[in-house]
T-cell receptor, first 112, second 111 residues
Framework: GENVEQHPSTLSVQEGDSAVIKCTYSDSASNYFPWYKQELGKGPQLIIDIRSNVGEKKDQRIAVTLNKTAKHFSLHITETQPEDSAVYFC???????????FGPGTRLSVLP | NAGVTQTPKFQVLKTGQSMTLQCAQD?????MYWYRQDPGMGLRLIYYSASEGTTDKGEVPNGYNVSRLNKREFSLRLESAAPSQTSVYFC??????????FGPGTRLTVT
């Protein structure tokens, strides 16, 4: 089955700096890669996703890159703000949401 | 439009007690899911329902049962709670695409 690894487990950055979180996956059949943000006491919220026919996708300060050959994808947050502090999860699945597997999460702290 | 709602928000059970976690979505989604979240382990799929009338096991189904009551509602039942089932439980839903939308969670403690 699919296995998703995520690094680092914790990340602290100064406000205004960039943050990068990396994930690797094992199943070459996976072709949908979402990122979720989870704030304290809340459920995960989808913030950006990418499919295997795209190498990079941007949404304001957030971007995701995908290297399908190497089976890894990354989340990039630029100009970080204190409200970006949360736990971020990557995941991998096929196009139908089957075999949806999450990474263990990264706790991001943005220091003012 | 409330999205995905879960009840209760918190619950404490004694070992051996039973309870049902409720989930409802108002987005007319076909698929619904139950996950558990434990520290350092991300979210693990317990059961899912690809459409009304169907349910399938996920990664960690032992000790749980589910019922897809109708298109809106998907419940998770613990017949005989164990301390190992102490966790935060999330329900999610999706349409035919893989994007999943999560509820706020139920924090369960089994003593």
């Amino acid at each position: 089955g699919e296995n998703v690894e995520q690094h680092p487990s914790t990340l602290s950055v100064q406000e205004g700096d960039s943050a990068v979180i990396k994930c690797t996956y094992s199943d070459s059949a996976s072709n949908y890669f979402p990122w979720y943000k989870q704030e304290l006491g809340k459920g995960p919220q989808l913030i950006i996703d990418i499919r295997s026919n795209v190498g990079e996708k941007k949404d304001q300060r957030i971007a995701v890159t995908l290297n399908k050959t190497a089976k890894h994808f990354s989340l990039h947050i630029t100009e970080t703000q204190p409200e970006d502090s949360a736990v971020y999860f990557c995941a991998a699945s096929d196009n139908y949401g089957q075999n949806f597997v999450f990474g263990p999460g990264t706790r991001l702290s943005v220091l003012p | 439009n409330a999205g995905v709602t879960q009840t209760p928000k918190f619950q404490v059970l004694k070992t051996g007690q039973s309870m049902t976690l409720q989930c409802a979505q108002d987005m007319n989604h076909n698929s619904m899911y139950w996950y558990r979240q434990d520290p350092g382990m991300g979210l693990r799929l317990i059961y899912y329902s690809a459409s009304e009338g169907t349910t399938d096991k996920g990664e960690v189904p032992n000790g749980y049962n589910v019922s897809r009551l109708n298109k809106r509602e998907f419940s998770l039942r613990l017949e005989s709670a164990a301390p190992s089932q102490t966790s935060v439980y999330f329900c999610a839903s999706s349409e035919f695409s893989p994007e999943q939308y999560f509820g706020p969670g139920t924090r369960l403690t089994v003593t």
